[in-house]
């Protein structure tokens, strides 16, 4: 597995970095369907235009796709006999995808309306709101979110495309060439492939259609934001669950701490791999 180290790095920085911008940074509260809310994070308290926050929660949302599309790209490099054909074009494609993330959310600086009546405007759209909601400083970021969404809907619906390219040629390398690796090795990577799988669809797949089809539901949205600000947790321990060396690592170590404090416990052989593996 030392062959994807680095895309898996670049996957798993993203994934905590967007869980920071979700629960420290901006911790947005969403009023889907309508582009509106307000942010309670630290930028806020920075005095960070809430436009700018908008954008970076999205764009910095988008990056991640990349840093998990990067997962599927690294494994079509290592076990594609078209590897040596793709490896001179990826990082200008690794360009594009980041550039396209950050610029598919340029519409949002041209939509940001003039915010005196913006909890009348909110309120007229969504009445059902509650006093405490209508008490935070509202902020509009766009009134009609047909450009945005659209925007947004094609720079992450080509990202997921490319990703699923790759993880239908991986898989076709695997079944044509699977009789070169052990089965060892066919199993640890498709257990690898299943466990980068699991990622955004649910809340990005009902943000978008509250904003499309005008359904409000504060329970469901806030749900949708909790997920996203989780990935980053639920994918490493999907990555834990999945892949054995990982996990056995992990446990030396708490094991390692537990000796520290006076927990012991018999070493077995594997434990003294791993540990003796560490200290080269």
């Not at 969404?149 to 993880?167: D, K, M, N, P, R």
């Amino acid at each position: 597995m030392n062959s994807v180290k680095i895309s898996l790095l670049v996957s798993h920085f993203w994934a905590c970095f967007v869980d920071l911008v979700f629960t420290i940074l901006v911790s947005p509260f969403a009023l889907a369907p309508l582009y509106a809310g307000y942010p309670m994070g630290v930028l806020q308290w920075m005095e960070v235009g809430v436009a700018h926050q908008a954008i970076f929660t999205m764009a910095s949302t988008e990056a991640m796709l990349v840093g998990i599309m990067g997962v599927y790209e690294n494994r079509f490099l290592v076990l594609s006999h078209y590897g040596q054909w793709w490896r001179p074009i990826r990082i200008p494609f690794f360009a594009l995808n980041y550039l396209l993330a950050l610029v598919a959310y340029f519409p949002v600086y041209y939509l940001v309306p003039d915010q005196g009546n913006a909890k009348e405007w909110v309120l007229e759209r969504l009445p059902c709101l509650t006093p405490e909601i209508l008490s935070r400083p509202l902020f509009i970021v766009a009134e009609d979110v047909t450009l945005t969404l659209h925007s947004s809907g094609v720079a992450s619906s080509t990202i997921t495309f490319e990703a699923f390219v790759f993880f239908v040629l991986v898989t076709i390398s695997l079944n044509q060439y699977g009789t070169q690796l052990s089965k060892k090795t066919i199993e640890m990577q498709k257990k690898f492939m299943k466990s980068v799988i699991f990622q955004l669809v649910a809340p990005i797949f009902y943000i978008g259609y509250s904003a499309k089809f005008k359904y409000y539901n504060q329970k469901l949205t806030n749900f949708s934001i909790i997920l996203i600000a989780s990935h980053g947790l639920v994918s490493s321990i999907t990555m834990l669950i999945a892949q054995a060396p990982y996990r056995q690592v992990i446990i030396g170590y708490f094991w390692f701490l537990g000796r520290i404090i006076g927990i012991r416990r018999r070493e077995t052989e594997e434990d003294q791999n791993v540990f003796q593996s560490r200290n080269v």
